[in-house]
């Protein structure tokens, strides 16, 4: 657990003053956060965890400079320079983005954390699929995840459960089996959508173990970190508790801005219309990345992206900036 600790986090259950806050922690967000932090922007960035869809990827060989290269180990490196550049780090799921009557913006997490910012910077991408269930919001990001953490220290002696049946969940699975004491895939139906031949080397590693036609029914935990999920099969309806240290949550891929539909506008994808300079229509709110009407969905895309969008806030926030009129057209 350390890796996720081991982060700036901000504790306790009031209101946080910030100057600027990037939802999302992906390409566009990190990039975003460097390019403000080295303009002495005091900036916070809210996530779930880091890295987005380019942690995934076993190799990417299409980021200029860097060779061929993990996902993982690419978002890494530019973790590693925000968190040099002083950017600070909250996790947790976000639930709402609303403007204040005072000024700014106020950015509320499911975990009952509030920020105020002056300025708010949409760059979450494609958000992975959510089970929906008791106890998630809860613990997501404290013993639930929605990708795999690349450290096998993370899962050393641990008790993993990964929910899913397809390709991630497999890769998830076998990448934690390395270290980790026991994992559990759960599946909704004996059928798995994974590779056969995947599946075949899942049922030959002896600390995983498939346990199919289980419907996840709740999350539980001490208060801080996840304990427990309770299943339910989803032939006999009988409930059983499964004792877990952490959970991934590997069920696809969709496009969530519910938290932030009331502030923006959105086209037939559900993807935030932007103009060419990342402006959404309301004056210090900016939006980004893979969650955005731009066309091409590429990791060095949406960094440039992320660029662009902390040039505007900057300028935005320094005064340096043209006010959105009421005739602004996307």
Same mark, same amino acid.
Request: include cysteine.
């Given at each position: 657990?350390?890796?996720?600790?081991?982060?700036?986090?901000? #504790?306790?259950?009031?209101?946080?003053?910030?100057?600027?806050?990037?939802?999302?922690?992906?390409?566009?967000?990190?990039? &975003?956060?460097?390019?403000?932090?080295?303009? !002495?922007?005091?900036?916070?960035?809210?996530?779930?965890?880091?890295?987005?869809?380019?942690?995934?990827?076993?190799?990417?060989?299409?980021?200029?400079?860097? =060779?061929?290269?993990?996902?993982?180990?690419?978002?890494?490196?530019?973790?590693?320079?925000?968190?040099?550049? =002083?950017?600070?780090?909250?996790?947790?799921?976000? #639930?709402?983005? =609303?403007?204040?009557?005072?000024?700014?913006?106020?950015? !509320?997490?499911?975990?009952?954390?509030?920020?105020?910012?002056?300025?708010?910077?949409?760059?979450?991408?494609?958000?992975?699929?959510?089970?929906?269930?008791?106890?998630?919001?809860?613990?997501?990001?404290?013993?639930?995840?929605?990708?795999?953490?690349?450290?096998?220290?993370?899962?050393?002696?641990?008790?993993?459960?990964?929910?899913?049946?397809?390709?991630?969940?497999?890769?998830? &699975?076998?990448?934690?089996?390395?270290?980790?004491?026991?994992?559990?895939?759960?599946?909704?139906?004996?059928?798995?959508?994974?590779?056969?031949?995947?599946?075949?080397?899942?049922?030959?590693?002896?600390?995983?173990?498939?346990?199919?036609?289980?419907?996840?029914?709740?999350? #539980?935990? +001490?208060?801080?970190?996840?304990?427990?999920?309770?299943?339910?099969?989803?032939?006999?309806?009988?409930?059983? /508790?499964?004792?877990? +240290?952490?959970?991934?949550?590997?069920?696809?891929?969709?496009?969530?801005?519910?938290?932030?539909? #009331?502030?923006?506008?959105?086209?037939?994808? /559900?993807?935030?219309?932007? +103009?060419?300079?990342?402006?959404?229509?309301? +004056? =210090?709110?900016?939006?980004?990345?893979?969650?955005?009407?731009?066309?091409?969905?590429?990791?060095?895309?949406? &960094?440039?992206?992320?660029?662009?969008?902390?040039?505007?806030?900057? /300028?935005?926030?320094?005064?340096?900036?043209?006010?959105?009129?009421?005739?602004?057209?996307?």
């Amino acid at each position: 657990m350390d890796l996720i600790f081991a982060l700036p986090r901000i #504790s306790g259950f009031r209101m946080e003053e910030k100057e600027l806050v990037i939802i999302g922690a992906g390409a566009a967000g990190l990039t &975003a956060a460097i390019f403000t932090a080295r303009r !002495k922007i005091p900036t916070t960035v809210v996530s779930i965890e880091i890295g987005g869809q380019t942690a995934i990827p076993i190799s990417i060989s299409n980021y200029p400079g860097v =060779g061929t290269i993990s996902g993982s180990a690419l978002m890494e490196k530019i973790r590693e320079q925000a968190a040099k550049e =002083g950017v600070e780090f909250v996790f947790g799921k976000v #639930s709402g983005v =609303g403007k204040r009557a005072s000024g700014g913006f106020e950015v !509320k997490l499911s975990n009952g954390l509030e920020i105020a910012a002056k300025a708010v910077i949409l760059a979450f991408g494609k958000a992975p699929r959510t089970l929906g269930i008791e106890g998630e919001d809860a613990y997501m990001g404290n013993g639930i995840f929605t990708s795999v953490v690349h450290d096998p220290k993370f899962y050393e002696g641990r008790t993993v459960g990964v929910i899913g049946g397809g390709n991630s969940a497999f890769g998830t &699975a076998l990448e934690c089996a390395e270290s980790a004491e026991k994992v559990y895939i759960i599946n909704r139906t004996e059928k798995f959508r994974g590779e056969e031949t995947t599946l075949e080397k899942i049922r030959q590693t002896r600390n995983i173990e498939l346990l199919t036609n289980r419907l996840p029914h709740a999350f #539980s935990g +001490d208060g801080k970190w996840l304990r427990e999920i309770t299943t339910k099969d989803a032939v006999t309806g009988e409930i059983a /508790k499964i004792a877990i +240290d952490m959970a991934f949550v590997n069920i696809g891929l969709e496009t969530k801005n519910d938290f932030c539909a #009331s502030l923006v506008r959105v086209n037939e994808h /559900k993807e935030i219309v932007i +103009d060419a300079n990342c402006r959404t229509g309301v +004056d =210090g709110l900016f939006a980004c990345g893979d969650a955005t009407s731009i066309p091409y969905k590429q990791t060095v895309i949406s &960094a440039g992206e992320g660029a662009k969008a902390a040039i505007e806030a900057y /300028k935005f926030l320094k005064g340096d900036y043209a006010r959105t009129s009421n005739d602004w057209t996307h």
